[in-house]
């Protein structure tokens, strides 16, 4: 089978930025906390006339004109998100009218913060299996339309914003390389958003009770986290008989400091942990997207070098890929 790999990426992020001074305003918080348990400073929060689609749409047509490839090259366009634009259709199908990706088959990915890992994966195997030749994968969430902002043990940790990756068969060696992908759906309930689905459809009592905004048990979370993480960075490299040494830059889904730190220094390579969470904040399925790009674009990382990306979210949902930049 041939290789896929990343020709080109992208990211978006709203204008405005909200740091942690201003949301001392709102609830009640201190930058001292919230910096101190999650590494963030402020995040940038999307327009109320910016839907997901919007956010994804400009980070594809940056991916796109990195990679040279022309809207209409595109096969397949797949995005992933747990903020969709609407129930149905799927934003993928949203953002192929904007941005002119006429020939694309298109869908959503729901596996949460792990979304872009995983649509990475289904990405490589059309290449792989010839299904396709150029794949647009996006990661894009407005996490503030599903916030609850007079809960200030998650209002504080998300922030909305965009990346994607143009895929395509190039003859690397690696390129995307297979992944390892897993989730547990027993503990679905720490980490969702409980109603507006067909289990707990939208009534007054609903949105009383704020059941339509994301609901999180922090702790049990962070220690799932850090142990899934770990775990699946050493079975991606067991798979494709790597060593941590052979790694350039290992990036984590960043939802929070701490845990990235802690992977790190489980795997000893704190040094080469690649983190912008102080500037972004937990922006889930678009979190690994936007880091793949700054990491690649500043040169942390260079042609030929191996990364691993590895994600934790929702579900819970986790996984871990090589990727050769
Ligand atoms: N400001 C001030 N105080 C706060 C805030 C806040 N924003 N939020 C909570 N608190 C208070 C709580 O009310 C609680 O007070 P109490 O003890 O009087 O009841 C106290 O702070 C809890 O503090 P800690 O126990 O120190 O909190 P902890 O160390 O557990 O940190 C955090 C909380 C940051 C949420 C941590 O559990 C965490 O990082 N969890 C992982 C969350 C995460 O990253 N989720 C996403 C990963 S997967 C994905 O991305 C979907």
Same mark, same amino acid.
């Given at each position: 089978a041939r290789t896929a790999s990343i020709v080109g990426t992208g990211m978006y992020v709203p +204008?405005? &930025?909200?740091?942690?001074?201003?949301? #001392?305003e709102i609830v009640d918080t201190s930058d001292e906390w919230i910096f101190s348990r999650t590494g963030m400073r402020e995040r940038r929060i999307a327009a109320e006339d910016q839907a997901t689609s919007?956010?994804?749409?400009?980070?594809?047509?940056?991916?796109?004109?990195?990679?040279?490839?022309?809207?209409? #090259? &595109?096969?397949?366009?797949?995005?992933?998100?747990?903020?969709?634009?609407?129930?149905?259709?799927?934003?993928?199908?949203?953002?192929?009218?904007?941005?002119?990706?006429?020939?694309?088959?298109?869908?959503?990915?729901?596996?949460?913060c792990s979304g872009f890992l995983?649509?990475?994966?289904?990405?490589?195997?059309?290449?792989?299996?010839?299904?396709?030749?150029?794949?647009?994968?996006?990661g894009a969430e407005k996490m503030s339309a599903f916030l609850?902002? #007079?809960?200030?043990?998650?209002?504080?940790?998300?922030?909305?914003?965009?990346?994607?990756?143009v895929?395509?068969?190039?003859?690397?060696?690696?390129?995307?390389?297979e992944a390892v992908l897993g989730a547990d759906g027993s503990l679905a309930?720490?980490?969702?958003?409980?109603a507006g689905g067909s289990r707990?459809?939208?009534?007054?009592?609903?949105?009383?009770?704020?059941?339509?905004?994301l609901r999180m048990e922090g702790r049990e979370v962070y220690k799932h986290a850090v142990?899934?993480?770990?775990?699946?960075?050493?079975?991606?490299?067991?798979?494709? #008989?790597?060593?941590?040494? +052979?790694?350039?830059?290992?990036?984590?889904?960043?939802?929070?400091?701490?845990?990235?730190?802690?992977?790190?220094?489980?795997?000893? &390579?704190? +040094?080469?942990m690649f983190m912008d969470v102080e500037r972004y904040g937990n922006t889930s399925a678009a979190a690994l997207a936007i880091a793949l790009h700054e990491a690649v674009k500043s040169g942390t990382v260079s042609r030929g070098e191996l990364m691993v990306l590895v994600a934790f979210g929702g579900g819970f949902t986790w996984g871990a890929n090589i990727v050769e930049c």
């Open positions: +204008e405005r &930025v909200v740091t942690n001074r201003d949301l #001392e919007d956010l994804a749409a400009e980070a594809a047509k940056a991916a796109l004109a990195d990679a040279g490839v022309a809207a209409a #090259e &595109v096969d397949q366009l797949i995005t992933a998100t747990l903020s969709p634009d609407m129930i149905f259709p799927s934003t993928a199908c949203l953002v192929q009218h904007r941005i002119g990706a006429d020939r694309a088959a298109c869908f959503d990915l729901g596996a949460a995983y649509a990475l994966e289904q990405a490589r195997c059309s290449i792989a299996s010839g299904a396709a030749d150029t794949v647009l994968v996006i609850d902002w #007079e809960d200030r043990s998650t209002c504080v940790l998300f922030g909305d914003g965009a990346g994607a990756a895929l395509r068969a190039r003859g690397d060696r690696i390129g995307v390389g309930e720490l980490l969702c958003v409980p707990m459809p939208a009534s007054e009592d609903t949105l009383r009770r704020r059941l339509h905004c142990s899934h993480m770990v775990e699946s960075v050493y079975d991606v490299l067991r798979r494709h #008989e790597l060593d941590p040494d +052979e790694i350039a830059c290992f990036i984590p889904h960043q939802a929070n400091a701490r845990i990235i730190q802690a992977v790190g220094a489980r795997l000893d &390579v704190e +040094e080469r």
